[in-house]
């Protein structure tokens, strides 16, 4: 059973500052706990109630918790009832190599909007998200749960941007709100980088300078009432079946 300070510890893992000070965060959830532990990432511990070993064999090694130590872990409406405490990856990526594909996020702040495009990136073998430092952090549980386990297979690091253009040779497009219709577009096969920035700011000011190619997604029917723009994570699927097909 868990001591009063190991649980306290866990529960702190619920804030950022606690997770970056101790770099270890908890992912809650059967398939969650499954992905990750298939994965590169160290799983220090697993944690269960009694009642999920009963009905789950798989976990029958986890630490025993109660019901009521689950749901206060749990940051989901209803608690899981089965977590994993995890080791945050090093910022090991090598800067000097280049990947075909590439999605660049500028200060997206929407955790289920990163998840879900994480899990996009997944879905269409991109394997690397470069983020502004200023974009919600990967390992905050609503990014995880929309991720739905992808986080476990791409690399998501995060960059001052500016720099980051400035150093890497990519063919670098961005997607914008007028530009080149996407359906006339043309990818190279050369490394390629996709800039998308917030729904709320768009890219900011000071990457659309460095960006040389700037990219629309069509209206079907420009004559109707359509809102101000597409959810940043729509638009990420959009730009990447374009992109990859």
Same mark, same amino acid.
């Given at each position: 059973?868990?001591?009063?300070?190991?649980?306290?510890?866990?529960? #702190?893992?619920?804030?950022?500052?606690?997770?970056?000070?101790?770099?270890?965060?908890?992912?809650?959830?059967?398939?969650?706990?499954?992905?990750?532990?298939?994965?590169?990432?160290?799983?220090?511990?697993?944690?269960?109630?009694?009642? *999920?070993?009963?009905?789950?064999?798989? *976990?029958?090694?986890?630490?025993?918790?109660?019901?009521? #130590?689950?749901? #206060?872990?749990?940051?989901?409406?209803?608690?899981?009832?089965? /977590?994993?405490?995890?080791?945050?990856?090093?910022?090991?990526?090598?800067?000097?190599? $280049?990947?075909?594909?590439?999605?660049?996020?500028?200060?997206?702040?929407?955790?289920?909007?990163?998840?879900?495009?994480?899990?996009?990136?997944?879905?269409?073998?991109?394997?690397?998200?470069?983020?502004?430092?200023?974009?919600?952090?990967?390992?905050?549980?609503?990014?995880?749960?929309?991720?739905?386990?992808?986080?476990?297979?791409?690399?998501?690091? /995060?960059?001052? $941007?500016?720099?980051?253009?400035?150093?890497?040779?990519?063919?670098?497009?961005?997607?914008?709100?007028?530009?080149?219709? $996407?359906?006339?577009?043309?990818?190279?096969? #050369?490394?390629?980088?996709?800039?998308?920035?917030?729904?709320?700011?768009?890219?900011?000011?000071?990457?659309?300078?460095?960006?040389?190619?700037?990219?629309?997604?069509?209206?079907?029917?420009?004559?109707?009432?359509?809102?101000?723009?597409?959810?940043?994570?729509?638009?990420?699927?959009?730009?990447? /079946?374009?992109?990859?097909?």
């Amino acid at each position: 059973m868990l001591t009063n300070n190991e649980f306290k510890i866990l529960r #702190q893992l619920k804030q950022k500052k606690y997770r970056q000070e101790q770099a270890l965060f908890l992912v809650e959830g059967k398939k969650m706990v499954e992905e990750v532990l298939k994965s590169a990432f160290v799983v220090k511990n697993v944690f269960a109630t009694e009642g *999920f070993v009963e009905k789950s064999a798989v *976990f029958y090694d986890a630490m025993i918790i109660t019901k009521t #130590q689950s749901e #206060q872990l749990s940051s989901l409406t209803t608690d899981p009832e089965v /977590y994993a405490l995890v080791e945050m990856k090093k910022d090991n990526f090598d800067d000097c190599v $280049l990947k075909n594909r590439v999605l660049i996020l500028d200060d997206v702040r929407d955790a289920g909007n990163l998840g879900t495009i994480i899990r996009t990136a997944d879905w269409f073998n991109i394997d690397l998200i470069i983020c502004s430092k200023d974009c919600v952090e990967l390992y905050n549980s609503k990014v995880l749960q929309a991720s739905m386990g992808s986080f476990t297979r791409v690399n998501v690091i /995060y960059r001052n $941007l500016i720099d980051f253009i400035h150093s890497h040779k990519y063919n670098y497009y961005g997607a914008f709100l007028n530009g080149q219709l $996407l359906n006339e577009v043309s990818f190279p096969t #050369q490394p390629t980088a996709i800039v998308l920035g917030s729904e709320s700011h768009g890219i900011s000011e000071k990457v659309a300078k460095l960006i040389p190619n700037r990219i629309n997604i069509p209206l079907i029917n420009p004559n109707r009432i359509v809102p101000e723009s597409l959810n940043v994570a729509t638009a990420t699927a959009i730009l990447c /079946y374009a992109w990859t097909k």
